[in-house]
């Protein structure tokens, strides 16, 4: 009984969370000026985040 109720469980958040970590991703871009504008893109991945070189 408890065995299939954790299965029931497991269903409901399939259902109600993103099954993909593509639709968890968020990104944005970082903007600065140091007498020219430089611009990079940070993403937070799967409880990292990581960030392109400044360009």
Known sequence: M???LGKL??????KL???TTAA???CWDEI???GYT???TCCIA???????PWR
């Not at 469980?9 to 399939?14: E, I, K, T, V, Y």
């Not at 799967?46 to 392109?52: D, H, I, N, Q, R």
């Open 32 to 34: 600065k000026f140091v």
């Open 2 to 4: 408890i065995r299939s």
């Open 46 to 52: 799967a409880g990292y985040t990581a960030c392109t």
């Open 9 to 14: 469980g497991d269903r409901l958040l399939d």
């Open 17 to 19: 969370l993103p099954t």
């Open 24 to 26: 968890a991703d968020t």
């Open 38 to 40: 430089v611009r990079r």
